[in-house]
Each structure stands twice: as structure tokens, then as C-alpha cells.
């Protein structure tokens, strides 16, 4: 029967869907007041985010890095960044150099269209170290 055979491969096209994971973002101080911010987007399902005529006639929208920062503290990476095509398995690193204080927090959000927004937070320590790892 059609039915129970379109069905069937519905289910199956469903556990095979897209998973995205998004690592922890990580704080890396830099100078006073300027830090390296990185994230890791991994694809850990059997298909594609996109077909590649998807990704060619923009049928499906990417996915989308976003900090929550304002521009003008961004120096280095886009403030928005999009993935237009993740393969399954694959993996994207994002890096950032921005404008973050001691002890401030920025949070790197990660959107797509078949998932819940996924975000992480990340905190520049409170206080420099010293080369032997101490507190100054």
C-alpha cells in the first residue's frame, strides 16, 4: 500500500534529519577590555542542513551565528555569520576577536529553520593572570 510505504519513509527521513550541537563558547582575555570569543557548530545527524539545490536556489533559510553584541565591538569576524550548508558530520569554528571587560558575559546564539534557537553563554574572567596562572 502507498500510504504505509510513504509513511514509513517519512519516519525514517525524520530520525535522520539535521541535528545541530553547539559547543560551549569560550572567553579567551586578550588585552584589558579585548577578548577571543570561539564556537564550534556541528552537524551530528545523517543529512544535510540544506541539498545542494537548496543551498543554490536559497529555497532554505541558512543557519545563523549571531553575538549578542552591537557591531562597533566587534573587530574581527561578522557579528552575524551563516552557514549556508552544513554536511552531515561537519563541523564550522567561529572566532571573534570583540570588546568585553572583565567579568562581562556576551552569549553567541545559533538559529536555524528546522530547530529551536540554541545559545551559550560566555564570561571574560574577572581577573588577569599571571604567567604562573595566578591571580594578580
Known sequence: DLSKCSAAFVAALATNRPKIEVSDAVVTPLADGLARVELRVTNTGSLATTTE????????????????????????????????????????????????????????????PFFNPIVRTATAPRAARTLEGAAQ
Open 53 to 112: 539545490m537548496g543551498r543554490i536556489t536559497r529555497s532554505v533559510p541558512p543557519v545563523v551565528v549571531r553575538l549578542s553584541l552591537p557591531p562597533d565591538a566587534v573587530f574581527s569576524g561578522r557579528p552575524v555569520e551563516k552557514i549556508e550548508r552544513l554536511a552531515a558530520g561537519a563541523s564550522e569554528d567561529f572566532a571573534w576577536t570583540v570588546r568585553l571587560d572583565r567579568g562581562a558575559s556576551v552569549d553567541a546564539s545559533v538559529s536555524g
